[in-house]
């Protein structure tokens, strides 16, 4: 039961650059978020997806877009990084009814120089 | 103002204490509340929920909710070094919602 899965673990990227950070759950939750963390910060949601079909912008959805290709998966794509990126990225998936939280990824750690 | 606010330490206890650590919020249309255990380098681990006034435990630990005062706190009994991470709390609307976290408590269990 792998639960939340993330792809990479790391990146370092160039300015400029563009790449997927990938998603997936086997849980069956119908949400799913992406989460950037900084220091002092805190956990930032960056898009949502309540459901397969449906996204939403979060608190910074800047320079970021996503897809949810199906009720498993959910991945975003930075199109051109900027150092300003440079964060931790926290998949989440979450039941659409109920009290339970979320069950997170175990993060990926990218550096854009 | 951020809409849910904790202090941001380091909270440090002894070995053995009761860790009490606080969250308030502002949003009064929250309805339940999260604590998530995230130890350095690792994903947020979800270890309480809550969503009553009042308390609720599960083994060491004790979550408490005042909707009133608008307050959630986590008591951990008996501290151990393992203990030793940052602890987020996190509030939400209604069921399936989306969760607003705040920035999180550090707490160090010394020896």
């Known amino acids: 039961n792998a639960g939340v899965t993330q792809t990479p673990k790391f990146q370092v990227l160039k300015t400029g650059q563009s790449m997927t950070l990938q998603c997936a759950q086997d849980?069956?939750?119908?949400?799913m978020y992406w989460y950037r963390q900084d220091p002092g910060m805190g956990l930032r949601l960056i898009y949502y997806s309540a459901s397969e079909g449906t996204t939403d912008k979060g608190e910074v959805p800047n320079g970021y877009n996503v897809s949810r290709l199906n009720k498993r998966e959910f991945s975003l794509r930075l199109e051109s990084a900027a150092p300003s990126q440079t964060s931790v990225y926290f998949c989440?998936?979450?039941?659409?009814?109920?009290?339970?939280?979320?069950?997170f990824g175990s993060g990926t750690r990218l550096t854009v120089v | 103002q951020k809409e849910v606010e904790q202090n941001s330490g380091p909270l440090s206890v002894p070995e053995g204490a009761i860790a009490s650590l606080n969250c308030t919020y502002s949003d009064r249309g929250s309805q339940s509340f999260f604590w998530y255990r995230q130890y350095s380098g690792k994903s947020p681990e979800l270890i309480m929920s809550?969503?009553?006034?009042g308390d609720k435990e599960d083994g060491r630990f004790t979550a408490q909710l005042n909707k009133a005062s608008q307050y959630v706190s986590l008591l951990i009994r008996d501290s151990q070094p393992s203990d030793s991470a940052t602890y987020l709390c996190?509030?939400?609307?209604?069921?399936?919602?989306?969760?607003?976290f705040g920035t999180g408590t550090q707490l160090k269990v010394e020896l």
């Open positions: 996190a509030a939400q609307r209604g069921g399936g919602n989306k969760l607003t």
């Open positions: 849980m069956n939750h119908n949400s």
């Open positions: 989440a998936g979450g039941r659409e009814t109920g009290y339970y939280g979320y069950t």
């Open positions: 809550i969503y009553s006034n």
